[in-house]
């Protein structure tokens, strides 16, 4: 019967809220900088309003609104004093759950304090949840109970810090019973598509523990324990199927590779495989409430998503001929499947949202994910690789300004941008920060240098104590290989990045500072041993340890801070005052060394700014000091 669906694109827009008023399209630093004009979409289950995250004057703000006449269309908008919404969820038709968070201090430490509140999506009946548990550093939802409209579980963390017990809310009254007492020293517990809280995972100094049972009524059984540094991780739980001994789990394969199982909890077996890929890693995999496969998802040169349900096939079939050029992705959809709000993007388009009712047989675009960006001058990616000088194939992206190709950019002022993590990779995609570059006619080149995720476990594995080594060599090895394609002009390059890849533009320079011009660094790691120093109050300390450690090089050497000396060349180091992942203290104590030592260097503080250039003023201030910064020295 879908197949004879006939889809309209209608190209008038339902404007979502006062967040989304008109505004002018530009390539300017504030546009870019802006927060994006949404960014979280989730739909009611009987999909008659939305909910989501929209910029309002520089803050993320939640609006709730109807797509049904019989509520006239109303929006409303909410927001909660100096407290970050870090996220929302429908938990029946009427009324949403909200995730509050705000950063603390104790000590020397700072982390992430959570808070829940409850209230009707016209901002009635605003109820604090566990109002009595203030002292908790987190609350997380186990189970949204899809049985039971009037209860949640909620994982918190009151008689151990981190350890949680999972308590049965009601969403009305905040009333709270304990529903699983914590044991094992359990971190993480997950609940079964009918809200049975059946697997939880434990941790004692570098020790993984995971507990198991069939149902509520079974005792816990010990499924696996393994050393995090010592051994391969056996399993990692993916997903609950409709038997109730019978689990998902994801684990490498024979070729290194992640791959998806079916896994027999009593018997201890690995049944058969479900999700698997010759070259890269699967990435996830999409499980209905049943315990059902619909499909999965992996990163080869392109996003992928494989359907095996066949009404998804068939939508995917459908939307792919009316965006042929773009991505599309489901962002949330009613609980009958046949309501959906889908994004549109891909490297020169930020994200337009589509609403589509099978229904009705509409499919209409209502937002902009980023209204002020002028997505005309933005520019397509391209996907290469080159070789390191070991022979290692290095995955890259590269970015041109608009109109030229690798064909035809011939000796650009280039930008080399690795990423950060390191446990992590750059995608093919919308990238603000490479779309900046490219429309002021620089090129860019992002490289998945070896210890990047996704490419398996060899691939990843590689990385393994080279955070100051190798790895920065792949990073060198890619700016050499642009100037010998001809597309960088050799005179005109500089290195930037945030995080590690903060860290990399600095010390990538240290290694061979005759290939750059300039670097900018982003928060970066200044300080190896003194970051080291600080994780020993995170738990999980000694993987980390044991990913940087070097029994060739001592984390001084491979620390910018200790070769300020080897820097001739003109450094932007940009740092917020409250970064909870790299401490503001690693920028301002190298910005003092350096200018001790009559460096070049321009310190830019942000203040409030945290490591993810959460605040929109700190944005626009980003790429206003970058832009200024390389019309200078490029």
């Known amino acids: 019967m879908f ?14 809220a006062a967040a989304y008023a008109q505004a002018k399209q530009s390539i300017s630093a504030e546009a870019f900088g802006q927060l994006p004009s949404f960014s979280q979409v989730k739909m009611s289950p009987d999909g008659k309003r939305i909910a989501s995250l929209q910029n309002f004057q520089g803050r993320l703000v939640l609006v709730t609104q109807s797509f049904e006449g019989s509520d006239g ?8 004093n100096n407290l970050d919404i870090d996220g929302f969820s429908w938990v029946n038709n009427t009324r949403l759950i909200i995730h509050l968070g705000l950063d603390q201090v104790e000590g020397f430490t700072r982390f992430r304090l959570t808070r829940m509140i409850a209230m009707n999506w016209d901002k009635s009946d605003q109820k604090l949840l566990l109002k009595r548990n203030m002292g908790s550093q987190f609350h997380r939802v186990v189970s949204l109970l899809p049985d039971d409209p009037d209860h949640i579980l909620v994982a ?3 008689t151990v810090a981190n350890h949680p017990d999972v308590f049965k809310v009601n969403i009305h009254s905040g009333k709270m019973k304990r529903h699983v007492k914590s044991r094992a020293l359990v971190r993480e517990w997950k609940a079964d598509g009918k809200g049975i809280v059946r697997y939880g995972m434990g941790k004692i100094k570098n020790k993984n523990r995971v507990i198991f049972r069939n149902s509520a009524d079974d005792n816990w059984r010990t499924l696996i324990r393994y050393d995090v540094i010592k051994d391969d991780v056996p399993f990692n739980m993916a997903g609950f199927s409709d038997i109730p001994h019978i689990i998902y789990v994801s684990k490498l394969n024979e070729e290194g590779r992640r791959a998806f199982y079916r896994y027999d909890t009593e018997t201890e077996e690995f049944l058969d495989v479900v999700a698997s890929h010759e070259k890269v890693d699967i990435s996830n995999l999409i499980l209905n409430k049943k315990g059902e496969i619909t499909g999965y998802t992996y990163w080869d040169e392109f996003p992928v998503t494989v359907y095996k349900n066949e009404f998804y096939q068939s939508l995917q079939r459908m939307l792919g001929k009316n965006f042929p050029d773009h991505q599309v992705t489901f962002l949330t959809k009613s609980k009958d499947e046949r309501k959906f709000i889908l994004k549109v993007s891909g490297p020169d388009l930020p994200g337009h949202l589509y609403y589509l009712n099978l229904f009705t047989k509409e499919l209409y675009k209502f937002a902009d994910s980023h209204l ?6 933005l520019s397509d990616m391209e996907i290469t690789q080159y070789k390191a000088r070991d022979g290692l194939t290095i995955p890259a992206y ?19 941008m690795p990423h950060g993590g390191p446990f992590a990779r750059d995608y ?3 990238d603000s920060w490479v779309q900046f570059l490219t429309t002021r006619g620089y090129g860019v080149l992002q490289m998945n240098y070896r210890g990047s995720e996704g490419y398996g476990t060899a691939f990843e594995r590689k990385g393994y104590h080279e955070w100051g080594r190798k790895m920065l060599e792949d990073i060198n090895d890619g700016t050499k290989w642009v100037i010998q394609q001809g597309y960088a002009d050799p005179s005109r390059i500089c290195i930037m990045g945030g995080s590690y890849g903060g860290y990399a533009a600095l010390q990538a320079v240290v290694k061979d500072q005759s290939l750059y011009k300039c670097s900018i660094a982003f928060a970066p790691v200044t300080d190896v041993l003194r970051m080291l120093i600080d994780g020993k109050n995170f738990l999980d300390y000694r ?3 044991f990913y940087v450690r070097n029994d060739d090089l001592s984390a001084r050497e491979i620390s910018p801070i200790n070769h300020t000396e080897k820097f001739d060349l003109p450094i932007l180091l940009i740092h917020g005052t409250e970064d909870r992942a790299v401490p503001y203290k690693h920028g301002k104590r190298f910005a003092r060394k350096m200018k001790k030592k009559r460096k070049d260097i321009r310190f830019v503080t942000l203040k409030d700014g945290d490591h993810y250039l959460s605040n929109e003023k700190n944005r626009i201030k980003f790429f206003s000091e970058v832009e200024k910064f390389l019309e200078k020295n490029l």
């Open 543 to 545: 993987r980390h340890q």
């Open 156 to 158: 918190v963390d009151k």
């Open 372 to 377: 002020s960006v002028d997505t005309e001058k």
């Open 398 to 416: 590269i970015s041109f300004p608009k109109g030229m190709d690798s064909e035809t950019a011939k000796n650009l002022p280039m930008v080399i």
């Open 3 to 16: 197949r004879c669906f006939f889809f309209i694109l209608y190209l008038f827009s339902i404007a979502p």
């Open 73 to 80: 269309q109303k929006l409303f908008l909410s927001s909660f």
């Open 428 to 430: 093919y995609g919308y």
